[in-house]
């Protein structure tokens, strides 16, 4: 049996693509291991699923980039000794190290030594996601030594993973030769949504007030923070309700901006029609996919986010809804005119405009829901779990199908 270890500077459980990627490898034969931070009061060591999780007790604090760095630094030199010392046992055939950082594909160098070759998971783009959430420019110092680290890393790695075609062509842009580079989109596993849940199986908290199951109810699951455009959501519903009898926008999560957008809900007088049920288990997130009209997902732009494809596009498309979201490069590669309700990003006038549109015609939302069904067939989750456990055999010795390129149908428009 062929040993993986996966290694992420995250709470394993957490993170929903590193399970699913461990958990292939589980079910294809596999023996996993998982280097990762703990759980709050979580064990040291533990088994989930068939898979072995090795953790770090390393609280995040972070706010400042010092603090980013501190707990960078003190997880890679965690997994630099961890990983000789777990070979002893384990000659892992492949170790799949997740970002950020970037540089955390060194931390593995004595496994490489002792036969393992290393893949590199590009989560995020790490120049532009400090360069969002900090306001830097591209010049300056911290963002050239980001874009430096971020190309020795590549060139480091044996394989590299990418999470949509456009970041992998800015990658090749910077020098990565596109022969290395795998993608792997954040699909959801179509196992989670067999068809949907009983309506009734779903109750929205009797806190949020009196939302009655039949009404159009516009959806948004997730964090709840500046970047994901929920008080755009909100301004935007606050100019369209007049025109949209009944309608209801649900927004689940938490998160910093949770009371914020309470309050702004309130002073706009839409607090009998924005609902927020709080954090719900993911068990339960299909019960409420089922129960919802449309999604919507209000993402700012800007030199990172345009290049976001969030995780719950494809939990909509899966279970059948129309989606109105923020018109983004990475989304528009990937989905056309006739299978999404985009909207201009940043613009409430825009996305109240499209509500209503979405609203007033039934048939126009099952032909987006139905469009976007057919466009989201090659890279559902199933097609990229071959694809991975593929590129997996390949880098472990096995014999298996060289691991294919897919077209889009949006990209060949």
């Not at 939302?211 to 369209?240: K, V």
């Not at 009998?272 to 997902?297: H, M, N, T």
């Not at 829901?369 to 390949?394: D, F, H, T």
Request: charged letters at 20%; hydrophobic letters at 45%.
């Amino acid at each position: 049996m062929k040993s993986v270890c996966q290694v992420v500077q995250m709470v394993y459980d957490l993170d929903v693509r590193v399970r699913r990627k461990a958990e292939a490898l589980v079910a294809a034969g596999y023996s996993v291991d998982v280097l990762a931070l703990r759980p709050e009061s979580g064990q040291k060591n533990y088994v989930l699923n068939g898979v072995n999780v090795h953790t770090m007790s390393l609280g995040k604090k972070r706010g400042s980039l010092a603090r980013y760095f501190y707990e960078y630094l003190a997880f890679f030199l965690w997994v630099f000794v961890r990983i000789p010392v777990l070979m002893r046992r384990r000659r892992y055939a492949v170790i799949d190290v997740n970002t950020l950082p970037d540089f955390l594909i060194f931390a593995p160098i004595l496994g490489r030594w002792m036969g393992a070759k290393l893949l590199l998971d590009m989560h995020e783009i790490t120049p532009e996601f400090f360069m969002s959430k900090y306001g830097i420019g591209d010049n300056t110092l911290a963002i050239r030594t980001l874009k430096f680290l971020e190309k020795i890393s590549l060139a480091f790695a044996d394989q590299v993973l990418t999470i949509n075609k456009p970041i992998e062509d800015l990658f090749v842009r910077r020098g990565m030769p596109r022969s290395k580079s795998t993608i792997i989109m954040n699909s959801a596993d179509e196992a989670r949504f067999p068809g949907g849940a009983p309506a009734a199986a779903a109750r929205v908290p009797e806190e949020n007030g009196s939302f009655a199951t039949g009404n159009f109810a516009m959806m948004y699951h997730g964090t709840l923070t500046e970047i994901y455009g929920l008080d755009i959501a909100i301004e935007a519903f606050a100019q369209a309700h007049g025109q949209m009898p009944g309608a209801e926008l649900w927004i689940l999560g938490s998160g910093p901006q949770r009371d914020g957008l309470i309050a702004l809900a309130n002073e706009r007088g839409l607090a009998s029609k924005v609902a927020f049920p709080g954090q719900v288990p993911s068990a339960e997130i299909p019960q409420w996919l089922d129960r919802c009209s449309v999604g919507i997902l209000p993402i700012r732009r800007d030199v990172f986010l345009d290049f976001a494809f969030p995780n719950k596009l494809p939990e909509f498309v899966i279970t059948g809804k129309a989606v109105i979201v923020s018109r983004l490069k990475a989304i528009r590669f990937y989905f056309s005119d006739d299978a999404l309700a985009y909207f201009e990003p940043n613009n409430a006038v825009d996305l109240a405009r499209e509500m209503v549109r979405i609203y007033k015609n039934p048939q126009l939302r099952a032909k987006l829901a139905r469009n976007a069904g057919e466009e989201y067939l090659p890279i559902r989750w199933c097609v990229m779990k071959a694809r991975y456990l593929s590129l997996i055999g390949q880098m472990a010795g096995a014999d298996g199908e060289p691991v294919q390129e897919f077209e889009t149908t949006a990209a060949r428009q």
